[in-house]
């Protein structure tokens, strides 16, 4: 009898485990006084071509070096640490974005492209809330300009909304969806972007939990000056990693492909694109402030 009850109780705790093992507590979130490392790599290969293209306006492209269609390869990896401070008695604590470096570098129809300047040691100062409503306070470091503060706040603007996940009790099965509205402008061009992506939770191991991903994608751009609008669409899947004791990602991977469109007086220019991404986030205690 005294075997079988000590059976049953070990039954019972492997039960309880495992019924815990299946359920997690999801809330992606910046905490006070931790820093987070992250690293992106980002690739995209376009394809343009034009419809209705007179041969006059082929041939102007020819003597430009310029062959239709028009294959556009880039390659971009970022750094960025981020810094969070203590909570004070207003129960917000001082977040600071710091960008240690961008590098880009591209290809047009096989041809190495100029580089783009390197971007480093601009820092974006912002406050948070415990609940990661994140403000952005100021920008500074090697005199931005305004293009580049533009850029970078709505980068900003793009990582809030990233963390804008309902905060839930999820098991495996279960799916979560994000919308992300994203709205900017840059160098006079009207930008507007709508994402839905839905997370569904794969398995819970050794304090991961895995989840694939299912992302759409909508993409206006509008230049009034030149009445010139470009539509897109995409679709893609990924996959992310969940450190369930950080309460954050560890890896983000993301293949997406896209349609555009775009009019220009009696000009149709198509373009197919390819993208794919991957995030890496590394994250410690006792940040240094």
Known sequence: MIRYASLLVILSFWMISAKAQRSILFKIKYVPEHKYESTVSMTSNIEMNFENLSKEDSDKLMKKGITIPLLLSTSTISDLTISTGKLN????????????????????????????????????????????????????????DTILQKGL???????????????????????????IPLNMTMNGIDVAIAVKATYKLVSIKKGLAKFDID???????????????????????????????????KTISRDLSFDFEMKYKDKLMKAKAQINSFYFFDVADNAVN
């Open 153 to 179: 706040t709505s980068i900003f603007n793009a990582m809030a909304n990233e963390l804008r996940l309902p905060e839930k009790m999820i098991k495996v099965a279960d799916t979560i969806v994000q919308q």
């Open 215 to 249: 992302q759409s994608s909508q993409l206006i751009m509008n230049k009034k000056e030149t009445r010139q609008v470009l539509t897109g669409t995409g679709r893609g899947h990924g996959e992310m990693t969940y450190d369930i004791k950080r309460n954050f990602p």
């Open 89 to 144: 008695t207003q129960n917000t604590y001082p977040i600071i974005f710091k960008v240690n470096s961008v590098k880009e570098t591209g290809t047009l129809n096989g041809e190495k492209m100029p580089g783009t300047p390197t971007v480093s040691g601009v820092e974006m100062y912002a406050t948070s809330t415990q609940t990661n409503d994140l403000h952005l306070d100021s920008i500074s470091g090697k005199s931005p």
